[in-house]
Nanobody, 129 residues
Framework: EVQLQASGGGLVQRGGSLRLSCTAS????????IGWFRQVPGKEREGVLC????????YSADSVKGRFTISSDSAKNMVYLQMNSLKPEDTAVYYC??????????????????????WGKGTLVTVSS
């Protein structure tokens, strides 16, 4: 059974930091790219950050550049999102999702939520002002 689980969300003050974790199981980790997305109620889900496992290109939302970084530990099947200098507008439910290398080879970007293969349950991040 494929499972993706995001964790690490919580309440933080403006300027603070959080590290989100995504635990993956049920599929071959190295055959997929796992990226981070977020969604505010009433708005479209948006890509936050991902690094393609096909060409190592990192895609980032302009709003998080210089503040958020993504990393992974293939030995643990985990992907992390380090979020620094958080702002109230970063408040959202954060999701991790996976897309296969095969689909990326056909042009699907790890940053495009429509093309993702698997989704995990989200974790809520709330940034107070």
């Amino acid at each position: 059974e494929v499972q993706l689980q995001a964790s690490g969300g919580g309440l933080v003050q403006r300027g603070g930091s959080l590290r989100l974790s995504c635990t993956a199981s049920g599929f071959t980790f190295d055959e997929y790219t796992i990226g981070w997305f977020r969604q505010v109620p009433g708005k479209e889900r948006e890509g936050v950050l991902c690094t393609s496992s096909v060409d190592d290109i990192t895609y980032s939302a302009d709003s998080v550049k210089g503040r958020f970084t993504i990393s992974s530990d293939s030995a643990k099947n985990m992907v992390y999102l380090q979020m620094n200098s958080l702002k109230p507008e970063d408040t959202a439910v954060y999701y991790c999702a996976a897309v296969s290398r095969r689909k990326q080879g056909m042009g699907v970007l790890c940053f495009d939520y429509i093309g993702m293969d698997y989704w995990g349950k989200g974790t809520l991040v709330t940034v107070s002002s």
